[in-house]
C-alpha cells in the first residue's frame, strides 16, 4: 500500500510545518514544505537584484532554478536540524528564514509562471503518495484528490507571538506588533491574490490548533489520517 497523500494548507504561523514534520515522522511518510521552494527561488531573485513586480524575467527565473528538500540524518534531527533547501546545490535552510524573504515569497507567489513551475515540481515530488505536503494550495491546486485535507488555522496573534518567539530565540529582537503586522500583511496578500488564493478546500478538514499542542495537533491528524486508510 503506497500510503496516502496528505494536504495541509492555512496561513503563516498557523503551525503547519512543525505539525506536517511530526504527522510525517508518526506515519513514516515523507514531508515536503512546498513554502521552502517559494522562499528559495524569492532569496535568489533578491540575490539578483530582480524586481519583485516583473513577472517575466521571475518566470524565468523559477524555470532555471532547481530547489531539493532533504531530510535530515537522525543525528542532524537529534541537534534539531529541520528540513534542508538546497538552492541550485547551494544550502540555504537558515538564509530563506527570513522576513524579508518571506515577504519577497508571498509576493513571487501571486505571479501565475512562477507558480506553474513550482506546482508542476510540487506534483512530481508527491506522486507515489505516503507523503505529507504542506503550504498554501495543496488540497486546491497541487494535489485536488488528497485522501486527506487539512486547513490549519489558529488567531492572528497567537500567530505572531509563535513567529515571534522564534525571532527571540535567534536573537532576533523584534517588537510583537511588528511580526502581528507582517503576519497581517501576507495573510492579506496570500488571501486576495487572483491565483491559488490561500482558501479552505470545500472537503478540508478545519483545525483551529490556537489552543492545542503540536503533539496534540499532530496526534488529530495521524487519527484522521488512519480513518481514511482503505481496510
Ligand atoms: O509552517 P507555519 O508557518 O504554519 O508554522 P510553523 O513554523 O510550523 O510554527 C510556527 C511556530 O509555532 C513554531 O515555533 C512551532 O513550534 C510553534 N507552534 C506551537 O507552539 N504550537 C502549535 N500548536 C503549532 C506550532
Ligand atoms: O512558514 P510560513 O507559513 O510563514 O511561510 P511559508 O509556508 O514558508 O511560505 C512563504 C510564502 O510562500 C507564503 O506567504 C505564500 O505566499 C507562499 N506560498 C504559496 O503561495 N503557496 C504554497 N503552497 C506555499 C507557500
Known amino acids: 500500500m503506497a500510503g496516502l497523500k496528505i494536504a495541509i494548507d492555512g496561513p503563516a504561523g498557523s503551525g503547519k510545518s512543525t505539525v506536517a514534520r511530526r504527522v510525517a515522522a508518526m506515519l513514516g511518510y ?99 503518495g505516503g507523503v505529507v505536503m504542506e503550504g498554501r494550495d495543496i488540497g486546491t491546486v497541487v494535489f485536488p484528490h488528497a485522501e486527506l485535507k487539512i486547513f490549519l488555522e489558529a488567531s492572528p496573534e497567537v500567530r505572531a507571538q509563535r513567529r515571534w518567539k522564534e525571532h527571540q530565540e535567534k536573537g532576533e529582537n523584534l517588537p510583537l506588533l511588528e511580526v502581528l503586522r507582517e503576519v497581517r500583511e501576507r495573510d492579506k496578500r496570500d488571501r486576495e491574490r487572483t491565483v491559488s488564493p490561500l482558501v479552505k478546500a470545500k472537503d478540508a478538514v478545519l483545525v483551529d490548533n490556537t489552543a492545542m499542542g503540536i503533539e496534540e495537533t499532530a496526534r488529530l491528524i495521524v487519527f484522521l489520517a488512519n480513518e481514511r486508510v482503505p481496510a
Not at 541537534?79 to 535552510?93: H, I, P, Q, S, Y
Open 30 to 128: 515523507l514531508y515536503l514544505d512546498s513554502g521552502a521552494m517559494y522562499r528559495a527561488v524569492a532569496l535568489k531573485a533578491l540575490e539578483r537584484g530582480i524586481p519583485l513586480k516583473d513577472d517575466l524575467p521571475l518566470e524565468a527565473l523559477a524555470r532555471e532554478t532547481h530547489v531539493e528538500l532533504k531530510a535530515p540524518t537522525a543525528e542532524q534531527e537529534s541537534a534539531g536540524l529541520k528540513n534542508r533547501v538546497f538552492l541550485d546545490g547551494r544550502e540555504v535552510t537558515e538564509a530563506i528564514r527570513t522576513g524579508e524573504v518571506a515577504q519577497a515569497a508571498s509576493r513571487l507567489a501571486t505571479i501565475a509562471g512562477v507558480r506553474q513551475v513550482l506546482v508542476a515540481e510540487q506534483q512530481r515530488a508527491g506522486q507515489g
